[in-house]
T-cell receptor, first 110, second 111 residues
Framework: SQTIHQWPATLVQPVGSPLSLECTVEGTSNPNLYWYRQAAGRGLQLLFYSVGIGQISSEVPQNLSASRPQDRQFILSSKKLLLSDSGFYLC?????????FGPGTRLLVL | KNEVEQSPQNLTAQEGEFITINCSYSVGISALHWLQQHPGGGIVSLFM???GKKKHGRLIATINIQEKHSSLHITASHPRDSAVYICAASIRGGGADGLTFGKGTHLIIQP
């Protein structure tokens, strides 16, 4: 069966600190991978997607970056966090046009 | 204007009522998704539609491609159905089936 892991589950970081959120997928190969963000009081928004190792596309200009060093690993990063980076970050993968979501990381930037 | 619009934003109903949540979109899509988000934040995919109607238990999802409209129905609603229901579209020509989301409908079913 397919499983998607995200960590950490919760993170509190000061403004200006770096960020690394990790997502790994099990039970599939060469998935399309996605990072979404849900900011407080707002809907979900697609941040990045990847169709393969080293292939990253960004949907919105922002303070964040993404990398895919391995087939089933997707990392979301920032060199210096902003207050506006606070939110709920979800990793997802795609199979037969259905998206499967990870448990999410709740990030609070203070 | 958002490409995906949902209504109502909030809905409170009594247990047993028939629930309808509506979604309209303004662009060409390859698929329309209905998702359920529980208070802890976890998201579950309920349906993926490209045409017609799908049913799973007490949940029914329909889509009218010509009218660019989809509905999610819950029959015999129960308090455990309380959640945020989100409509999302795979935009035709968009990023590898990445989703564009409505703002969600916060549903509360009272016993």
């Amino acid at each position: 069966s397919q499983t998607i892991h995200q960590w950490p589950a919760t993170l509190v970081q000061p403004v200006g600190s770096p960020l690394s959120l990790e997502c790994t997928v099990e039970g599939t190969s060469n998935p399309n991978l996605y990072w979404y963000r849900q900011a407080a009081g707002r809907g979900l928004q697609l941040l990045f997607y990847s169709v393969g190792i080293g292939q990253i596309s960004s949907e919105v200009p922002q303070n964040l970056s993404a990398s895919r060093p391995q087939d089933r690993q997707f990392i979301l990063s920032s060199k210096k966090l902003l207050l506006s980076d606070s939110g709920f970050y979800l990793c997802a993968w795609n199979r037969v046009e259905t998206q499967y979501f990870g448990p999410g990381t709740r990030l609070l930037v203070l | 204007k958002n490409e995906v619009e949902q209504s109502p934003q909030n809905l409170t109903a009594q247990e047993g009522e028939f629930i309808t949540i509506n979604c309209s979109y303004s662009v060409g899509i390859s698929a329309l998704h209905w998702l359920q988000q529980h208070p802890g934040g976890g998201i579950v995919s309920l349906f993926m539609l490209s045409s017609g109607k799908k049913k799973h238990g007490r949940l029914i999802a329909t889509i009218n491609i010509q009218e660019k409209h989809s509905s999610l129905h819950i029959t015999a609603s129960h308090p455990r159905d309380s959640a945020v229901y989100i409509c999302a579209a795979s935009i035709r020509g968009g990023g590898a089936d990445g989703l564009t989301f409505g703002k969600g409908t916060h549903l509360i079913i009272q016993p």
